[in-house]
């Protein structure tokens, strides 16, 4: 493992529900794969199985509510300044969504520009949104996959750090393509985190070119 820094990349990682790739980035970062150490596990979700993996990993878990922000105007913008106080108590560097069910706000994005992540499963910019196993089967694709993106305030439209590809089977369902394509954001995340905390991720505009790339392994990962 590669990497100039002397300390491990603070990270704060958003999710609302299982947590499944905040596990995968946990395992990575224990392993000695990812130079980082998660200052934070926040949720806006009181029983989010994402704050049963922090107590359970000895890791800082944070239950942010939103009902006391309701029915103001500015409730999502208020939400995420009071989320944004958390990350800068932490001294956060790299911000994670990993099944964050609500769309972060300018506040957070602008705070956090070119340092905040998401993992998608589809081969963005095909099929952003939800229900994008179905609507790759509907589409008769024959690849689908996985995409690591940085956060702008266009839903999943940040500039691509890295994607995987699966082939799509014939008697594949939207839940047997989910699943496979689940494997595959496990790996890749972690590794778009490492590339961060190696500085080796540099945005051109909608580009993100990775420094020290080779031509054939960095942009993409191929399951085939």
């Not at 990682?13 to 596990?23: D, E, F």
């Not at 989320?83 to 706000?105: F, N, P, R, S």
């Not at 589409?139 to 750090?161: N, Q, R, S, Y």
Request: charged share 20%; net charge neutral.
């Amino acid at each position: 493992m590669s990497s100039s820094r002397t300390t491990p990349l603070r990270l704060a990682v958003l999710a609302s529900g299982r947590g499944s790739n905040l596990q995968a980035i946990i395992d990575a970062i224990e392993s000695g794969q990812v130079n980082a150490r998660i200052a934070a596990i926040v949720s806006n979700k009181k029983d989010a199985i994402a704050l049963d993996r922090a107590r359970t990993h000895g890791l800082t878990d944070v239950f942010v509510d939103p009902k006391p922000f309701a029915g103001r105007p500015d409730s999502r913008e208020a939400y995420d300044r009071a989320l944004l106080e958390i990350l800068q108590q932490h001294d956060v560097e790299l911000v994670l969504l990993a099944g964050y069910m609500k769309i972060v706000t300018p506040v957070l994005v602008n705070a956090y520009a070119n340092r905040m992540m998401n993992i998608h499963p589809s081969l963005l910019p095909s099929f952003p949104g939800l229900d994008v196993q179905k609507k790759a089967l509907d589409w008769g694709c024959k690849l689908a996959g996985c995409t690591v993106h940085f956060v702008t305030e266009g839903v999943d439209e940040g500039p691509i750090i890295i994607q995987a590809a699966v082939p799509i089977l014939d008697n594949d369902t939207p839940e047997t393509l989910a699943a496979r394509i689940l494997v595959q954001e496990h790996k890749i995340y972690p590794r778009a985190v490492q590339l961060f905390a190696e500085d080796r991720l540099h945005v051109d505009g909608r580009r993100v070119v990775i420094a020290g790339a080779k031509p054939d392994g960095e942009a993409i990962i191929s399951s085939i």
